[in-house]
């Protein structure tokens, strides 16, 4: 059964990154037509077509394989003639001038003479700009729509002011070795003030706390180190009152959201704070649409540090899978291993149904997210390539108009070619090495 299972959340996965990839490329065809551009193609997948069918001036096809997609445009890049008019060809233009202009005329095969003033490079720069970030947008979309999902449907985990635990005396809440109280130790606040697990605080000094804000109660408590607090609390309906002194001890610094803060040397940051020895109970609670954008924006935050990160954690994930450490949970992953950690969540005995399909809805959730960044990053073939050349020929033809000229050649990013082609190279030893790790030393998330 964990088979089939494994199998189910896998294919759950590939069925998922498949309409990504799709969307993705939707993205960029409906504007590109929107704007009167001739798409040739439109294709999920690469190498020999299995099935196509054509409507209008587009073919729409399935290739053999799965592993990304297409939109041909046809003009992604100006012809020879007005590429270099009037201008002495550059360093990489003579060394690799063969090579550019075959590539130039396989991606201009597909024009003919009714194509003129309608092709890619003819089209104004915002609208080009429109047209190659229109996939990474379906890719943002697509993100945030899943973790709405998630947030407002199933809930986020959240620290209450239910208490799930609460320490006899200082030295078990302060020691997680410590087994036992024993004769001489202090009574811990929060156990000598008669709070039990499953009370529910309510108020503090009078100032009544929501269920989901268990830090601000905390943030009191931390900041009254040695001064009495009154507390409101529930146990099975009925209301009751107590006061406690906090302990002065040195506990870890916490961010807004409630966790430690590390110094510049990576070592955590300590402070001198009240401290109860009581714990609280962690729940998933629905949020409103308004939480949705702060949990989307750490999400991206995350995946940007990664990305701008990418060669030290590519050289993490190769230390790991060739030698003895761990991989790091929140490091780059593949296809593969998307598709294997949604396996291992949908045939988790830990998880409940609720929770393995918010689980599934987040990671769809997060890989969509991980696609409208790593698109944004300005080298070609990315989208963000795109995006740079159009921008860079948008700062030309400012700065020409400043000089007075009116004539000015687009920008041929077709120059770029080698460049290129390293980053397609980078892109494929990274996804190797990414797959392999992900076989054989795959992240541990149970």
Known sequence: MNTLMFIGGVLVMVVAIAASIALHEVGHLLPAKKFGLRVPQYMIGFGKTL???????????????PLGGYVSMVGMYPPRAQAVAGKKPGLMTRAFGQLIDDARSQANEQVVDTDAGRMFYQLPIHKRIIIMLGGPLVNLVIGFVMIAIVVMGFGVSTATTTVSEVYQCMATAQNADEAQCGANDRSAPAYAAGLRPGDTITSVNGQPVAHDEWYELTGVIREHPGQSIALEYERDGTSHSTTLTPYRTERPQLDPNGYPVSGDDGKMLTEQVGFVGMSSSVQNLPQPLSAVPAVVGNQLTQIGNVILHLPQRLVDVAQAAFGTEERDPNGPVSV???????????????LGLQDKVASLISLIGGLNLALFAFNLIPLLPLDGGHVAGALFEGLKRFFARLRGQKDVAPVDTLKLLPLTYVVVVGMMIMGGLLIYADIFKPIQIF
Do not use: D, M, P, W
């Open 51 to 65: 099935f196509s069918f054509k409507r209008g001036e587009t073919e729409y096809g399935l290739k053999a394989i």
């Open 336 to 350: 593969v291993g998307v598709g294997r950690i949604a396996g291992e969540i949908n045939a988790s005995e830990q």
